[in-house]
């Protein structure tokens, strides 16, 4: 068999990795060097979570990942073996950010939505590590979501109000 033949070999390679996605548990086959995005959208039809720049600049990927923040356009899936994951579909059935997705609808602060489940799962992130962030720390922590349509002021002025309203009564939820 020549070099060629086994790098193709290697590349068609699947592997079972097992997850619970949204409180179930899942197993899928996957190629090594199969984004966590891909796997997500494709094998498990959870198509909430988009890829945009597919290189981690422009936030639309993000998922959690046993509860933090992360890019799933950078982590191959077999990465995510063995983890917890939410997806913006887990987050909204489970109601923990039913408060934000309310005050974006409110604000007019979406357009296409093609950010929107990005947005949301960056900003609960920021809700958990600080009650009352500033509107420059809230800038600041979206500096890695874009936003092509909406603009940003209304997304701060939705997470802004999230934020006095969680601490208002007593906490994130
Ligand atoms: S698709 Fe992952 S950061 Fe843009
Ligand atoms: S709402 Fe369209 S990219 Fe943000």
Redesign the pocket.
Known sequence: MSFDEDSMNETDETVLVRFVVNGRKVACEVTPRETLVDCLRNALELTGTHAGCEMGACGACLVQLDGRAVHSCLMFAVQADGARIDTIEGLTESGAIADLQAEFHRRNA???????AGMLINAQELLSQAARPSREAIRDALSGNY????GYEAIIDAIDAVARARSEAGGAP
Do not use: N, P
């Not at 979406?110 to 929107?116: H, K």
């Not at 936003?147 to 909406?150: A, E, K, L, V």
């Open positions: 979406l357009q296409c939505g093609f950010c929107t936003c092509r349509c909406t």
